[in-house]
């Protein structure tokens, strides 16, 4: 079984930056074979997809309404991915979901990746 948790949610200021950690834990089983995935969801909306980075090359790929301000990264040493956040507007507050995927495609989409964080919780105030 994986266990992905994160941290660094919080309350800031449009303007402002954040940084996301999530961390991987699990028995037998290999980091780097995971693709890496944050998604969010505010209140009332679907969850959707923010960026991911491949478990083969690091590749990495973003949603149109975050590329330029997002940067998703992974310490396959620590078996941790990062997503730093800068320039935040107000609707970027939602809860923030890292997702593991097993030898994935990279993909955008929640069917794809296996395994879900309990959520963090970012709040960008106007």
């Known amino acids: 079984q994986v266990q992905l948790v994160e941290s660094g949610g919080g309350l800031v200021q449009a303007g402002d930056s954040l940084r996301l950690s999530c961390a991987f834990a699990a028995s037998g089983r290999i980091f780097s074979y995971y693709d890496m995935g944050w998604f969010r969801q505010a209140p009332g909306k679907e969850r959707e997809f923010v960026a991911a980075i491949r478990w083969s090359g690091g590749s990495t790929h973003y949603a149109d309404s975050v590329k330029g301000r997002i940067t998703i990264s992974r310490d396959n040493a620590k078996d941790m991915v990062y997503l730093q956040m800068n320039s935040l507007k107000p609707e970027d507050t939602a809860v923030y979901y890292c997702?593991?995927?097993?030898?994935?495609?990279?993909?955008?989409?929640?069917?794809?990746?296996?395994?879900w964080g309990q959520g963090t919780q970012v709040t960008v105030s106007s």
């Open positions: 997702a593991a995927g097993f030898r994935g495609p990279g993909s955008a989409w929640p069917r794809d990746y296996d395994y």
